[in-house]
């Protein structure tokens, strides 16, 4: 059974930066076909932010090209999503979740506040 937690959440300026990191754990790294970020505002749903897949494939919604980056680290079994020029906008609970064969797994969640 795979586990995944998520950390680094906080508070940050508007045009600032953060990076979450996403530590799995319980299962084999081939029982994972892809890593997903996503993110929850309050009133809204829940929307898929960016993914990285077993071969390292990403992508990302429209609204975070170019200013976040998903990356992983296979030797620690995390992934991390880098986020810059952050906007009030980003204000959401981000959420990991992991693709594996036997279906989703979701971690707690972590806040990210931007302030204007």
């Known amino acids: 059974q795979v586990l995944v937690v998520e950390s680094g959440g906080g508070l940050v300026q508007a045009g600032g930066s953060l990076r979450l990191s996403c530590a799995a754990s319980?299962?084999?790294?081939?029982?994972?076909?892809?890593m997903n970020w996503y993110r929850q505002a309050p009133g809204k749903q829940r929307e898929l932010v960016a993914t990285i897949t077993r071969s390292s494939t990403t992508t990302y919604a429209d609204s975070v090209k170019g200013r976040f980056t998903i990356s992983r680290d296979n030797a620690k079994n995390t992934v991390y999503l880098q986020m810059n020029s952050l906007k009030p906008e980003d204000t959401a609970v981000y959420y990991c979740n992991a693709d594996t064969v036997w279906g989703h797994v979701w971690g707690q969640g972590t806040q990210v506040t931007v302030s204007s």
């Open positions: 319980g299962g084999s790294i081939f029982s994972i076909n892809a």
